[in-house]
């Protein structure tokens, strides 16, 4: 079963089309649907990417209506303690904005966050995650350091044990 703040409601009756969140009726705010009206029930596309040093990567579901960052960071099962860098944490998003013609464009916006101070915690609970927003949690230093060296250690004791034979 879907959460409500995850589905739609779309009433479509001849050429006009009304759409509804199915939380909101849940919650009272019923609509009149008029007679032979179509009542379509949808997944409602909330969602953001995890990428990086975090527990569980890739796409979710926000898990509320108004999701914070401790919250969506939470979904993803956390920073990876073995690999993130605690200091390095991102939200990448695109928001719309008029230029000076008038037209609609996107804007890059980044913001970061570091973990590492205690404060951050009430500032990722107070940080909304929006749909559409990228979370990407930075490796920490040692982390990197390990990928390189992992390999060429791995060479070396293949050689040696190759040159024991």
Known sequence: MLEPHLIRIVVRTGA??????YQDLLSGKNQIVPPGAEIV??????????????GDP???????????LLEVL????????????AAGVFVFRLA???????QQVA???VF???????????LAR????????????????????????????QVLVLGRTINGF
């Open 16 to 21: 006009k089309s009304y759409e509804f969140n």
């Open 41 to 54: 029930v949808e997944r409602a596309r909330k969602r953001f990417v995890a990428m990086g040093a975090v």
């Open 58 to 68: 890739g796409l979710h579901d926000l898990p509320s209506n108004a999701s914070s």
């Open 74 to 85: 939470g979904t993803v099962k956390g920073l990876n303690e073995s690999k993130a860098d």
């Open 96 to 102: 719309e904005r008029t230029d000076e013609s008038g």
């Open 107 to 109: 804007q890059p916006i």
């Open 112 to 122: 970061r966050l570091n973990m590492k101070e205690p404060a951050a915690m009430f």
């Open 126 to 153: 107070q940080f909304m995650v929006q749909p559409e927003d990228a979370i990407y949690v930075t490796n920490a230093a040692v982390y990197e350091w390990q990928k390189i060296i992992t390999p060429i250690v």
